[in-house]
């Protein structure tokens, strides 16, 4: 019943910054959990981010270069991405973590290369 919808990927250079965007219906938006998640050709599903109403947490694959936000007014979350490398290539998922259940976007598409 919740949609998360996803947007803002593309292709980039090395070194580049990028930010995506997800929204999620449904309320009260600002007690959801919020997550970004990626997955390269050939790998897992993997856990990037979270963020709930009063702190975020990061992967150290990304810690310094990523940062999550949310915007409760519009229901959105972001990811800013920066100084971004040819392994960032990946499709990136954004994910309802709670409440029950959880609800994946169908995911960005994100290349980095020149």
């Known amino acids: 019943q919740v949609h998360i919808v996803e947007s803002g990927g593309g292709l980039v250079q090395p070194g580049g910054s990028l930010t995506l965007s997800c929204t999620a219906s449904?309320?009260?938006?600002?007690?959801?959990?919020m997550g970004w998640y990626r997955e390269a050709p050939g790998e897992g599903r993997v856990w990037l981010a979270t963020?709930?109403?009063?702190?975020?947490m990061y992967a150290s694959s990304v810690q310094g270069r990523f940062t999550v936000s949310r915007d409760n007014a519009k229901n959105m979350v972001f990811l800013q991405m920066s100084d971004l490398k040819p392994e960032d290539t990946a499709v990136y998922y954004c994910?309802?973590?709670?409440?029950?259940?959880?609800?994946w976007g169908r995911g960005t598409q994100v290349t980095v290369s020149s």
């Open positions: 963020i709930t109403r009063r702190s975020s």
């Open positions: 449904g309320s009260p938006f600002i007690d959801y959990t």
């Open positions: 994910k309802k973590i709670l409440p029950y259940p959880a609800t």
